[in-house]
């Protein structure tokens, strides 16, 4: 059984060192269809596109770029066998066939790119009443005197899009009761430098979650399947967002306000999340290193499996927090 084997990532100090290369064209329109994962028993054939050439790949096979043959016909270079793809009767393709084998489209997050969704395992309205009435857990040693700072109070040009402020997150459910975010004052002076450089390229970072109150982690982890737990904190141990040291952000266009689009939508519970995931466009790829580069530079390091998701260094210096996003003071 064969399956999609990732490409090996840059360390951290690698690539914050790095020269920001030249930014990659887009892709033809034509391609936008055909790029992605591809399906067959075990075996995963992964469409992308690198150096502005379609290419594909099996896992344990060599990566071969493809030559256009019409809209959704190409040859593959050197191999010398065919890659057809077919659209259903609505014009999407669902199916590529190579050397007599089907793929079958997968879709590994949402269909059109949006959010998420998970069906609880439990009602989320009565688990919220069972967090806010339980206790956080306690860790031995000493900690830094929480010091939790409003991020649009340091620059106001950080955009927000706090998702679980409203019902667009992966539990459909509001959870705060203010749409702000807040970072320990280190982490968030810190998170202002990044976005600061990254305007010299036209770019700007857009929020979507940094502190988050612990019973909200404790509500994630008992509405979302055991399948799905590797996307949310064990709230025995508390997560690095109650410490108020990781934020989920991505990039927004300062041109246009538009936000950037990734090779993976935020919070998909996909292998496109993966920080070092091969597939998808050269822009697409350029943008999750050009903003991982600009946050690992100033302290911060991605978690793996979740390219907008980072860590400050010092989150273990604080502890878990259970403070409501609407008690934090005045607005």
Request: hydrophobic letters at 40%.
């Amino acid at each position: 059984m064969r399956t999609l084997i990732l490409l090996a990532g840059l360390t951290p100090a690698a690539l914050a060192a790095q020269t920001v290369p030249p930014k990659p064209a887009p892709v033809p329109d034509r391609w936008v269809a055909l790029i992605g994962a591809y399906g067959s028993g075990g075996d995963t054939l992964l469409v992308y596109e690198a150096e502005g050439q379609l290419r594909t790949r099996l896992a344990g096979a060599p990566r071969y770029p493809l030559v256009e043959l019409a809209d959704t016909a190409f040859l593959v270079a050197m191999g010398g066998e065919r890659l057809i793809f077919r659209r259903d009767t609505t014009g999407r393709v669902r199916e590529a066939e190579l050397a007599g084998s089907a793929y079958l489209r997968l879709t590994p997050g949402p269909e059109e790119r949006g959010q998420l969704r998970v069906t609880p395992v439990r009602p989320v309205d009565s688990l919220l009443v069972a967090a806010r009435a339980a206790t956080p857990p306690r860790a031995a040693g000493r900690f830094r005197e929480p010091d939790l700072v409003d991020l649009a109070t340091l620059d106001s040009t950080i955009r927000l899009d706090i998702r679980y402020a409203t019902p667009d997150n992966f539990l459909g459910t509001v959870f705060y009761g203010s749409p702000r975010a807040f970072l320990q004052r280190p982490a968030a002076e810190a998170l202002v430098r990044a976005h600061r450089k990254l305007r010299a390229q036209g770019y700007g970072l857009l929020i979507h979650d940094a502190y988050r109150p612990w019973y909200v982690t404790k509500v994630f982890w008992d509405a979302t399947p055991d399948s799905l737990h590797w996307l949310v904190a064990d709230p025995a141990e508390g997560s690095r967002h109650n410490r108020g040291c990781a934020v989920d952000l991505t990039l927004y266009d300062l041109a246009t306000g538009r936000p950037i689009e990734m090779v993976g939508t935020y919070d998909e519970a996909s292998p496109r999340s993966g920080a070092n995931y091969p597939g998808g466009t050269s822009l697409q790829r350029w943008h999750r290193d050009l903003l991982r580069r600009a946050m690992e530079a100033e302290g911060f390091a991605v978690y793996p499996a979740e390219w907008w998701h980072f860590d400050y260094r010092e989150w273990r210096a604080y502890p878990v927090l259970n403070v409501a996003l609407e008690d934090l003071g005045p607005r």
